[in-house]
């Protein structure tokens, strides 16, 4: 690897690494404004998508020079499409985090507080899967990827259950049907997030290996949500 190369790609190694920082906050305050029917702290997370935008857009130019400037082979140009990937997926779930605060000020004058809905445990495993999704691309750890891809089913598992709950509740309570839509609608979002975390987590198989694990024979889920 020449020198001005290995200076790009820790340039853009660390530009990816904060903007994965600034995204977990994003999904972190974007669920506690829900949680705590924080107006304030949703509306700051709606805010500031912008600057995640502007960020994927300039780990994206940094992507495109590395390419044609440096022509990388090998490991250092499994590196560089991965992380146009990645980013591309990060961003992606700051919109998704933006999408979830939106919910908690729509939710909130809608009464919210007398539902039993319990979106914790959904919300710690996606949580979960965004961390060591981003710790596996940080430390190019295959074994946190693949618990990522296991945890996957989990989350499509409780999306399912709080489906049904949703339906069921809007059988009983058809007044009520824009709370369940809204709660539904959080679930979903949390949903897809865990789906962009598993992409990550491929992609970091991908960067180490030179496999691509989500279309190999013993992938456990196929994913489409980047189609």
């Given at each position: 690897?020449?020198?001005?190369?290995?200076?790009?790609?820790?340039?853009?190694?660390?530009?990816?690494?904060?903007?994965?920082?600034?995204?977990?906050?994003?999904?972190?305050?974007?669920?506690?404004?829900?949680?705590?029917?924080?107006?304030?702290?949703?509306?700051?997370?709606?805010?500031?998508?912008?600057?995640?935008?502007?960020?994927?857009?300039?780990?994206?130019?940094?992507?495109l020079?590395?390419?044609?400037?440096?022509?990388?082979?090998?490991?250092?140009?499994?590196?560089?499409?991965?992380?146009?990937?990645?980013?591309?997926?990060?961003?992606?779930?700051?919109?998704?985090?933006?999408?979830?605060?939106?919910?908690?000020?729509?939710?909130k004058?809608?009464?919210?507080?007398?539902?039993?809905?319990?979106?914790?445990?959904?919300?710690?495993?996606?949580?979960?899967?965004?961390?060591?999704?981003?710790?596996?691309?940080?430390?190019?750890?295959?074994?946190?990827?693949?618990?990522?891809?296991?945890?996957?089913?989990?989350?499509?598992?409780?999306?399912?259950?709080?489906?049904?709950?949703?339906?069921?509740?809007?059988?009983?309570?058809?007044d009520?049907?824009?709370?369940?839509?809204?709660?539904?609608?959080?679930?979903?979002?949390?949903?897809?997030?865990?789906?962009?975390?598993?992409?990550?987590?491929?992609?970091?198989?991908?960067?180490?290996?030179?496999?691509?694990?989500?279309?190999?024979?013993?992938?456990?889920k196929?994913?489409?949500?980047?189609?």
């Amino acid at each position: 690897m020449s020198v001005h190369l290995q200076k790009d790609i820790e340039k853009l190694k660390k530009k990816i690494l904060t903007l994965s920082a600034v995204v977990e906050e994003a999904l972190y305050d974007a669920v506690t404004a829900v949680k705590k029917q924080d107006d304030e702290l949703a509306q700051k997370v709606i805010d500031h998508d912008h600057q995640i935008d502007e960020m994927e857009v300039d780990v994206e130019s940094d992507c495109l020079k590395i390419l044609a400037l440096h022509q990388p082979v090998a490991s250092d140009l499994r590196y560089v499409i991965s992380v146009l990937k990645i980013n591309n997926d990060l961003e992606r779930v700051g919109d998704l985090a933006a999408n979830i605060a939106q919910r908690a000020i729509e939710m909130k004058y809608l009464g919210q507080n007398s539902l039993s809905f319990d979106f914790d445990p959904m919300f710690e495993k996606v949580k979960t899967m965004l961390e060591k999704s981003l710790k596996a691309l940080i430390q190019l750890n295959l074994e946190e990827a693949q618990m990522v891809r296991a945890m996957d089913d989990e989350v499509d598992e409780m999306h399912r259950n709080l489906y049904h709950l949703a339906e069921e509740n809007i059988r009983s309570h058809p007044d009520r049907t824009g709370i369940f839509l809204q709660l539904l609608s959080l679930s979903r979002y949390l949903e897809r997030i865990a789906d962009l975390a598993t992409n990550i987590a491929e992609d970091v198989i991908y960067m180490v290996e030179g496999t691509i694990a989500r279309h190999s024979p013993e992938s456990i889920k196929m994913d489409e949500t980047r189609n």
